[in-house]
Structures are given as C-alpha cells and as structure tokens.
C-alpha cells in the first residue's frame, strides 16, 4: 500500500482521469468504498442516525455519495453543508431523495439545527475539507468544527466519528494539527496513505485507518514509481517462509544470537524467544559465562555458547570462538544487553574485522598489530541495542559489517550513529532513515510510532502501529530476535525488517488488548503476542 504527498496524489488522479477512470467515477467508488469500510465495523446500520457534514469541494461530494449509500442500506441519513448546493449536483440531488433531513450554514443562522442533529447522531461522516486542507483553519469550516466539537463535549456518550479521507484540520503532508478537528475513530482514506496521517500530532486524531481502493490501477506509472509504502497484512502475508510437511530444524536455519551481561540477561532469552516465535529452526544463544546457567531453563529449546568474558561481559576472546560457529549459522544477532564496555567494545571490532579479512592481536600478545588474514564470512547480521552504540566507537563500522546488515536504533541510538539530534530525526522519520540507509548500505529499522524501514536501495515502509505497549524495556530485544529469525529462514534484509518489525508492532497491540491496558503489558506477553499474529497471517 502507497504513502504519497497530496501533490503526488493530485497528478496520480490527474493521469487515472486521462487515461479514462473520470474524476465523476473516483468520486463515486470513493464514496461508495467509505460506506463499505463502515460497514465493516459497524455491519447493523438500520435506523442508525448518520450525521454528514460536507463541505464544498471533492471531500463533499465524495460524503455525499457515502451518505447515499449508507441509507440504501437502512441508515437515517442527515447532511449539513458549508455552502448551499443545487439540484444541478448529481450527488446531492440523489442523496435529498434518502435524507431525512439537510440543511446548510446558510440556513441555519443561530447553529440550532446543527445543534440538535449532533445531539441525535449516532454517527459523524466527516467530509468539510479533505486532504488539500493548509493551515491555519479559518472561515466557515473553523466556525462549524468548533461548534461540532464543543456540542460533542457536552453528549454523555459520544457519537462514532468517521474522517472521509482525512480529518479535517489536519495537513495530511506534515500532520500538523488544528484544535477544531474532530477525533475520529476511523479514517477512510483514498487510494494511497497520506504522509501526515502516520505523523504526530496529527495521528492522534485518525483513529483506525482504512486504505480504500477507488479504481486506480496499481500499475499506473505514476503511481508504481512510488517507493514509500505502507506495510499491510495482504502483502506481508506473502512473505512468510513456506512450511513445507517434510521439513526439519535445519530447512527453517540457525539464528545465532549474540547478547548478554550480568546486568542486562534478560535481553537473551527475550532475543531467542523473538526468534523462535518467528520460525526459527534453531535458536543458539552465545552469552558469557556467568549468566548462562541462570538463562537455561527460561529457554529450554535453545542451544547454548559459554563465551569468555571480563567482569560479567563479553570479552575479546569470543570472537575466536565465535568463529567456529558461523559456518552453520544463516542469520547473527549482535547487541541486546552487551552493555558498553570497552571490553566488548574490543571483542565487537575484533569480531568485525576478522569479516573484513583484518586479524587484529588479543592485547598483550607480541603479535598486536593489524596483519592481513583470510576473511571470514559473516552471515547476515542484524545489530541492537549497546551494539549499535559500540559500533560508533569503531572506525568505517559500515564497511566492515556484511551488506547488508539490518540495524535497528530507535531515536537516541540514531541521534549516536549519526550526530544528529532526536529532535531532528523525529521532525522526518522517513527521510532521516531513507538517507542514513543510502550512506552506510544498510537497512535502517527507525524504530517508535509508525516505526519506519529503509533499504539501500531507496525503499520504504511504515508500519501502521503507534501503541505505548511498546514503550517497555525489553521490547526491543523481541523485535530484533523476530527479525533474525526471518533471516535465518532465508529471507532478505529488507523483507525480514520489515516483517519482524510488522509482527512486533502488531504484536504489542494484541498484547494490549489481552491485557486490557498499555500500561501492563510486559516484553514476554509482546513475544506471546507474536503467536497471534503468526495465526493471522498464516489465515
């Protein structure tokens, strides 16, 4: 599914009218694909008193048609419009045949009318402004949404609120946000997502967001060339790795997880667990020594690699041993709970470099200088958590993982690997990990609200989850296990980042949901969750 700017929507519906899908037809599937998505949530529409408030361009007109249909299918349709329309409007015309009652500012001088009818409604179709809206909000639409929104605050039980393609007083470019726009519990949008539905503040106002098709051809160049895309459940269901009735541990690959510290152990098992709830065939959890004995019986079904280490944390000498195991090992994890050390900071350079064909001398032997050696190869990595920061302390970091690895910051990670401040990297999500992702050639996992995927290669995703659920220690360990388990089915850098990070999203929102609040929701219930959403996908 499409992100795209509302100027690249323009000249997407600019070349669907000229290629013979008439602005009059988009209009009309629009309108009827909004009626259907209601339908969705709310099946049993009978008698339900439906209050549309339609403004005077194409977002009106497309609420007008969605009102038709929804009386067809035994709503009791109202309108209030920001300017009178005349019969000569096809739309409106067919809709005064159904509606129980419309009326306009015009004539409705002192808002009694609007009063009462949103006093009575059961349902709010939003469709005054649409996407084209640029703050500041003024006029007529101003007037009418604060009286709206002040009318709502005195109801005991409020109505349902549906956004005809955006909310209006939101810019659906950068989301920003007036104080007259209406909460929505759902948000139809047309034909492609809108860059400042998926942004903050603006996202707090959409509610659940449906992408309706409206006839636009997928192939249509104008919009195939886009490469920034919404990840939805029917395309990511395709990516999942078959499971074929024959296979055994080996077909779905080896994870070898790379975590750990006497003040960080809990990131191991939470790591594996990610991993093996993805389909992993077989999780090998490589930690140091004094945690290991601790962390067995939390993972029973994982293997197990006792590695040297200094004070509780992983030391130079893993990496030799570390060596040893990479030729059975399809996908690597590197970071969750290493702490930052320098000892692991040595082990982590030393480990690296062996990769790049760089054999650096344990400190204290004679031989401590950089000499050539044959490289080894590094399976596909994914890097988290104090791995990402250690790798800021190493010189060319970028060239010496294998391309490409996925790295998986969230935003003060990403303000240490690249000097930028948080502030910066939240003000454009997207274009921070699409630049980052192009300069180091590796896919970035920006990880927050509407958590954003970049590949080198200039594609894009954005995952449509924004739950506090998340917002808890540990949760990140999941995230990266999830993505390594993917690779380690075979899957691609990009496609495994994108669907592990699909499934934690989703994962946090079932959790929540099981739980009943954000608030109580632990990392072990979000890798629970991932069973759930496993089930859902597989459907």
Request: one cysteine or more; a negative charge.
């Amino acid at each position: 599914m499409k992100i795209v700017t509302v100027e690249k929507m323009r000249a997407i519906e600019k070349a669907a009218d000229a290629s013979g899908l008439t602005y009059e037809l988009m209009m009309e599937n629009a309108g009827r694909a909004v009626a259907e998505a209601i339908q969705e949530y709310w099946p049993d529409l009978r008698g339900m008193n439906v209050l549309i408030l339609v403004g005077t361009g194409n977002n009106g007109g497309d609420g007008l048609v969605a009102g038709h249909h929804l009386a067809q299918v035994g709503a009791e349709v109202s309108a209030y419009l920001t300017r009178e329309r005349t019969e000569e409007d096809v739309n409106y015309s067919r809709l005064t045949k159904r509606a129980s009652q419309i009326t306009s500012v015009e004539r409705d001088q002192n808002w009694q009318a609007l009063r009462k009818m949103v006093k009575d409604a059961d349902m709010i179709l939003d469709a005054v402004l649409g996407t084209g809206f640029q703050l500041p909000l003024k006029g007529v639409a101003k007037d009418l949404l604060g009286k709206v929104k002040n009318e709502l605050q005195l109801r005991d039980r409020s109505p349902v609120v549906v956004a005809v393609d955006c909310p209006s007083g939101l810019d659906c470019d950068t989301g920003q946000i007036t104080e007259e726009t209406l909460a929505c519990d759902l948000t139809v949008t047309l034909a492609a997502a809108k860059p400042g539905l998926l942004t903050f503040p603006g996202a707090n106002a959409v509610g659940r967001l449906v992408v309706a098709d409206i006839g636009i051809k997928a192939d249509q160049k104008e919009f195939a060339d886009v490469d920034l895309e919404l990840a939805t459940s029917d395309v990511l269901k395709r990516w999942l790795p078959a499971r074929p009735k024959d296979a055994h541990k080996g077909t779905f690959g080896r994870a070898l997880i790379v975590a750990g510290s006497v003040n960080f152990p809990g990131a191991v098992v939470l790591a594996g667990l990610g991993a093996y709830r993805v389909g992993a065939g077989l999780v090998t959890l490589a930690v140091p020594a004094p945690i290991q004995a601790m962390l067995v019986p939390q993972l029973p079904e994982a293997t197990w690699i006792v590695l040297p280490h200094e004070m509780g944390v992983i030391a130079e000498g893993a990496a030799v041993v570390l060596e040893e195991e990479l030729e059975t090992t399809q996908a690597l994890l590197l970071g969750p709970g290493f702490g930052q050390d320098p000892a692991t900071e040595t082990f982590l350079e030393r480990f690296l470099s062996m990769g790049a064909g760089i054999s650096r001398g344990m400190i204290g032997f004679l031989h401590s200088e950089e000499r050539e050696r044959a490289p080894i190869s590094l399976p596909p990595c994914v890097v988290d958590a104090d791995g990402l920061k250690l790798l800021k302390r190493i010189p060319n970091w970028p060239d010496l993982l294998p391309k490409p690895s996925v790295l998986t910051p969230h935003p003060g990670e990403m303000a240490v690997l690249t000097d930028l401040s948080k502030d910066e990297i939240q003000e454009n999500r997207v274009e921070t990990a699409k630049t980052w992702a192009v300069r180091w050639g590796h896919v970035v996992v920006l990880k927050g609200a509407f958590t954003v995927i970049a590949a080198p290669d200039g594609r894009v995703s954005v995952l449509p989850f924004a739950t506090p659920a998340l917002a808890r220690a540990g949760t990140g360990d999941v995230l990266a296990g999830a993505i390594v388990g993917f690779q380690a089915q075979g899957l691609a850098a990009y496609e495994a980042a994108v669907l592990g990070a699909y499934f934690h999203g989703r994962a946090g929102e079932l959790a929540a949901e099981m739980m009943g609040s954000a608030a109580s929701v632990l990392a072990g219930d979000v890798a629970d969750g991932l069973i759930e959403v496993m089930a859902e996908l597989s459907r």
